[in-house]
């Protein structure tokens, strides 16, 4: 249980569905939170969290509609249904394993399949809300980012609010690292009030070693399974010297990125480029795999530790099943603190800190929703850029009770 601020008995609790479809695209991960307050008399009890793979034929209709695929507006509206009702049912089926009906929960919210991330302007997802709520009987709430756009943010990254009102500390640096298909970070140096928060994605997490992994296996597998493959690899330094060389890594926060810059057209031009030089598969995994840990930990030196040391890194994500990438991650950070005078940070999990690793996203997404949904503003323009606070989220309501 995390409580911070108030009592957990405070008001009456809010039952809180999140689901979570990250930039990996491999399924849905959910979590469902009992809270009470708001704002920073919030707390918040974890009580079940699942995951769900996407059907395979529904995970390859997605990727279809990356660049550089073509698609008709017809197909478009069959997968926004298709990943609606798919959201639905996955729903409906953790309200069944934790013994709710439909009704009970005070709000579903959800982030679908990412087509497109355009910083500054906004963003085009899948899945129909109202199919979610039709299934579920709960207000549902999806488009978080969009309001943020609207003030003129880059609707990214919304973590950092979350991760200010559950891990701030008053005499200890920690960073929040979420591992997921890209990396993003959120330190909080000690003492930190919300107005002074910044955030950034750092680079790449999952997304190009799935993809290299996808491409040397031929489809045969999608990601490394408990980094075996990098474990048995060579990284190969000087290309991993002109990976990171890529001008995202220099550019200074505020800043996101995504599949834009990361995606497999990314990833096949460093299995080219490698396979050129006579790397074998593992170690191209592996090359990919210190480009995570390596941009990361950079990332650190260039932007956080001049500023002040992290006591803590604190992983969450699907990245943190990965011991290689951890390994890596952490032996980069600490060299990196050494570097700039900094003690070497103490990596952990959210697992650590009372939280389930792989559920933090979807955490994230009910408490925005809720604070939206109750009037409060949720985004923090010291990071995303907007020019004012906003609530977050997009309504559908749910049908009239007792017609689900």
Known sequence: MVTRGGRAGEGPPRLLLGMMVGTSCDGVSACLVESHGLGPERSAQVLRVGEEPFPEGLRQGIFGLYPPHRFSARRLLTLHLEVGRFLGEAARRLMEQAGLEPGQLHLVAFQGPILYHDPGAGQMELGEPALVAEATGAVTVNRLRAADAAAGGQGAPLSPYVDYLLF?????????????????????????????????????????????????????????????????????????????????????????????AFGLPYARRLVARGTARGLGPDDLVATATALTAESLAQAYGRFIFPR????????????????????????????????????????????????????????????????????????????????????????????????V
């Open 308 to 403: 002040g040391p992290m006591h803590r890194v604190i992983l969450g994500g699907g990245g943190v099943r990965n011991p290689t990438l951890r390994g890596m991650i952490a032996r980069a950070l600490a060299r990196e603190a050494a570097a700039a005078g900094r003690p070497a940070p103490v990596v952990e999990s959210h697992a650590d800190h009372g939280l389930p690793d792989e559920g933090r996203e979807a955490i994230t997404w009910a408490i925005l929703a809720d604070e939206g949904l109750h009037g409060v503003p949720a985004n923090l323009p010291s990071v995303t850029g907007a020019r004012h606070p906003a609530r977050l989220g997009q309504v559908s309501w749910p049908p009239p009770r007792g017609r």
């Open 168 to 260: 701030r500390h008053r005499d200890e640096g920690r960073a929040v690292q979420n591992l997921g298909g890209i990396a993003n970070v959120t330190p909080l140096f000690a003492g930190i009030e919300s107005h002074q928060v910044t955030a950034f994605d750092t680079g790449p997490a999952n997304m190009v070693i799935d993809g290299v992994v996808s491409l040397v296996t031929g489809g045969r597998e999608c990601f490394d399974r408990d980094g075996r493959r990098a474990a048995r690899g060579r990284v190969d330094e000087a290309l991993l010297a002109e990976l990171l060389a890529h001008p995202y890594f220099r550019r200074p926060p505020p800043k996101t990125t995504g599949r834009e």
